[in-house]
């Protein structure tokens, strides 16, 4: 057996010496005096980023988001959604458009008047438009606020409750249409007709965020037919503004408009664009559902 080496000898002791009772080179003193350090050094390091997050914390509403003026309010979303904003169906083929009617009926579940009879969480805000509903300031102890309710019958024949077709099977198409919900956001009705088009100023009434339909190619002119428009005053009223959020208002409905296409030039693709007007709502190239949306509509007969 070979005989032991001076190094491993020297290598035992300096893990361990008895003698001088160190390990790694240093009394348990010194050791003790490193930890100390490091758990000081780091214990206050851990300090500051905690103090950080709370200080930040702070500044935080929870209630509203801090950059939400960030936000270029508000987004105009329709159901039946569909891939590329592309509606195609015949009207003697119920599988061509089961699946928007399919979408639309899951959508309005909510608006059901079953879901809206708790007195606790819902009241009646009246069928007729009117000034916002102010339930009092985010920061405030209230609580959580109470939700307008917003009846299905106020979408006429686009409600699904006569025709769950929504119109599809007769070739006159409905669209539900909302205003995407932003915290503490009041949209404001159009001052002057300035910024409305002729042909859609005769939609400006009091409070209301009005919408209007209308074909978005110049060749199509003609094509598109008569528009009717569902709901509180044929559009977005706003005693339903402003939406607490998540928190404080959990059970919020926002308003609907239901847009019905009753006279669409059949076999032919059709391109519609949708907008609100107000004075604080605004459009973006680069974003095609600020405060408006296009679809392109092909209804068949055959």
Request: some cysteine; hydrophobic content about 30%.
């Amino acid at each position: 057996m070979p005989a032991q080496s001076k190094d491993d000898g020297g290598w035992k002791k300096f893990m361990w010496n008895s003698e001088t009772r160190e390990v790694l080179g240093r009394t348990g003193g010194s050791w003790a005096k490193i930890l100390l350090f490091y758990v000081i050094f780091y214990g206050f390091l851990a300090g500051i980023f905690i103090g950080t997050i709370q200080a930040l914390l702070l500044t935080l509403s929870n209630y509203k988001p801090t950059w939400q003026d960030r936000i270029a309010p508000p987004g105009l979303t329709h159901t039946p959604r569909s891939d590329k904003s592309e509606l195609s169906f015949s009207v003697n083929d119920v599988e061509t458009y089961l699946k928007y009617t399919k979408s639309m009926r899951e959508f309005l579940e909510a608006y059901n008047e079953e879901t809206q009879r708790d007195q606790m969480k819902f009241e009646d805000c009246g069928d007729q438009p009117q000034e916002y509903k102010h339930r009092g300031d985010l920061e405030s102890d209230i609580g959580a606020r109470k939700a307008c309710r917003f009846q299905r019958t106020f979408l006429g024949p686009c409600s699904g409750i006569e025709d769950k077709e929504f119109g599809f099977s007769e070739g006159k198409p409905c669209l539900i249409v909302k205003l995407n919900r932003i915290v503490n956001f009041k949209p404001k009705p159009p001052l002057t007709n300035e910024s409305i088009p002729e042909e859609a100023q005769h939609k400006i009434q009091r409070n209301v965020i009005p919408i209007y339909c209308h074909n978005k190619r110049e060749e199509d002119e003609g094509k598109l037919g008569e528009v009717k428009y569902y709901g509180i005053g044929g559009g977005f009223p706003l005693q339903y503004y402003p939406y607490y959020g998540k928190l404080l208002h959990p059970q919020y409905l926002q308003p609907l408009v239901a847009v019905q296409f009753v006279n669409l030039t059949m076999n032919y693709e059709l391109r519609i664009e949708c907008k609100v007007f107000g004075e604080n709502i605004h459009y973006s190239d680069k974003d095609r559902y600020q405060g408006r949306f296009d679809i392109k509509m092909t209804i068949n007969n055959y």
